[in-house]
């Protein structure tokens, strides 16, 4: 799907009042039955911003039929003045979303943006109008916070409205931050939602249920149906129309540990060899995120998003280029989770980078035992820790400092320190990772970490083996982390945070000075 570019221009709100009353006279005394709603197309879902940057950002809705989006936005929320605006076709081939990208924005400003959809004929009948807000990258060094989480809908755990919904969106929200990174796991394409659950205390959760959520995703509709029942979460729209997104994916968006080859239906491979499965599920994920592509490369998902002098994100992609087997030993030296051209551009970026803080977004952990993701257990580097060693000694290499690892996927939360004196590979600055999560999911026990980079978990919080797996939301261990970066000081605060908005475990990490390449 294309993003539409904005045009800039500048009304006032006379005008627009003047415009907009004159559009409304001539529709009525034209077409009278237009005024009627069911003949206004209508904001479906909701709307969105993403992967906002100093000057500019994605804006994205879904309409409930074909229909013209059309984008206006201000510095001020009054709308006393406007910035711009910008139009788009929501079609049929796109579920009816549409995204525009407002380009050429002031930088560190409280940008105000409105939406609504016009009808595509002559007549222009418009529907309500909804409104958002974001706030763009500073160009000066300036104070920056955001959160981070993933897994979303999972293990059969939905909307239940009795039990406040979404409730962990709500605290985030709360949170007030500059943008919001989610790790990985927005929708359970492979978890139906069922219409009740019996929880352990004997009660029971009741779930919204839809028809595309109460099976397995195989069609398109069926994957794009998945993420329309996020939507219907009142905390869930709520957050996104004030915070901005910076999507990327991991598993569940397709299948459970999925793989570019080997993880198929019964519809099989296209003709180069791709899964048609995987197609449909990328389709659906990229209609539905407010994802600035790369003109290079369409439907990638790796990317930087530069956040002022201070701080640069990198989003990784550790699902759409791994080697199609399973992680473990079996003399197959040829393994990867990055590949070449992906961990090229990481390196590249990286070097290039001058912001303070360098946060590197995976969908996985890097030192948990799994056969899904990087760590084998214990002993120097093997197989898909080749790539990751060889990151890690490039960054040492090349005077990069700062970096830290955000992750999710785990369904716990911590806080890994890595300390090449306590590891089996030893050629690496001491990093830390951070992981929290879930959103909204079944929350899990705590992993094993192997000593290759000589993790150590400093703080963890997950369910005891007498709580079991897949507890449910409303028992509280619910998790995301928020990230402040001092504007003064350059001073990282990184707390790992509940459902409650409980402090768990902080920590301030201090900027190093630059180093020089060796």
């Not at 013209?68 to 009054?78: A, K, L, P």
């Not at 909307?159 to 007030?176: E, L, S």
């Not at 080859?261 to 899964?275: F, L, Q, R």
């Not at 504007?487 to 908005?501: H, I, N, R, Y």
């Amino acid at each position: 799907m294309a993003i539409a570019i904005a045009a800039k221009r500048g009304l006032t709100r006379r005008q627009l009042l003047v415009r907009s009353a004159a559009t409304i006279a001539v529709g009525s005394l034209a077409r009278p039955y237009l005024s009627r709603a069911a003949d206004r197309p209508a904001i479906a879902c909701g709307i969105q911003s993403g992967d906002v940057s100093a000057k500019s950002a994605v804006i994205w809705a879904r309409a409930d039929r074909a229909a013209r989006m059309q984008v206006e936005y201000s510095s001020v929320e009054s709308f006393a003045s406007i910035l711009g605006s910008s139009s788009a076709d929501a079609l049929p081939d796109s579920d009816f979303t549409s995204k525009v990208l407002l380009d050429g924005l002031p930088p560190g400003q409280d940008i105000f943006y409105r939406v609504r959809f016009e009808n595509r004929d002559e007549s222009g009948i418009a529907g309500e109008m909804q409104r958002g807000h974001f706030r763009t990258a500073p160009a000066e060094r300036g104070s920056v916070s955001f959160v981070w989480s993933g897994d979303t809908a999972g293990q059969g755990w939905g909307i239940d409205p009795a039990r406040g919904g979404m409730r962990t969106y709500r605290t985030m929200r709360d949170n007030r931050p500059d943008f919001f990174i989610h790790s990985g796991d927005h929708i359970y394409a492979d978890c139906p939602v069922p219409s009740e659950l019996k929880l352990p205390d004997g009660e029971t959760w009741r779930n919204i249920v839809t028809e595309e959520k109460s099976v397995v995703a195989h069609s398109l509709a069926q994957f794009r149906g998945n993420y329309k029942y996020n939507w219907l979460d009142d905390n869930f729209r709520a957050f996104h129309a004030e915070v901005p997104i910076l999507a990327q994916w991991d598993d569940h968006e397709v299948t459970n540990d999925w793989s570019p080859i080997g993880s198929a239906d019964e519809t099989g491979y296209a003709d180069d060899g791709t899964s048609k499965l995987v197609a449909r599920a990328r389709r659906a994920f990229h209609e539905f995120m407010p994802i600035r592509e790369p003109p290079e490369q369409g439907g990638r998902i790796y990317r930087k998003i530069g956040y002022g002098p201070l701080l640069d994100v990198f989003l990784i992609d550790m699902r759409s280029y791994r080697d199609s087997t399973w992680n473990k030993r079996d003399g197959n030296s040829e393994t990867f989770i990055l590949g070449a051209t992906q961990l090229a551009w990481l390196k590249r970026e990286l070097a290039a980078s001058d912001a303070t803080w360098k946060v590197i977004a995976a969908d996985l952990p890097i030192g948990l035992i799994s056969e899904d993701a990087i760590a084998l257990g214990d002993g120097p580097p093997e197989r898909r820790e080749h790539e990751i060693a060889d990151l890690l000694s490039f960054t040492k290499r090349a005077g990069i400092r700062n970096t830290v690892w955000l992750t999710a996927d785990m369904h716990y939360t911590a806080a890994h320190h890595y300390d090449p004196d306590k590891a089996q590979f030893q050629d690496f600055e001491p990093f830390w990772e951070f992981m929290s999560g879930p959103i909204h999911a079944g929350t899990g026990g705590p992993g094993v970490l192997d000593n290759t980079c000589g993790p150590r978990a400093t703080y963890l919080n997950a369910c005891s083996s007498q709580e079991g797996d897949d507890l449910a939301p409303c028992f509280g261990k619910q998790f995301f982390g928020h990230v402040a970066i001092d504007g003064a000081s350059g001073v990282m605060t990184v707390t790992l945070k509940d459902v409650e908005d409980r402090a768990l475990w902080a920590i301030d990490l201090d900027p190093k000075p630059k180093a020089h390449p060796v």
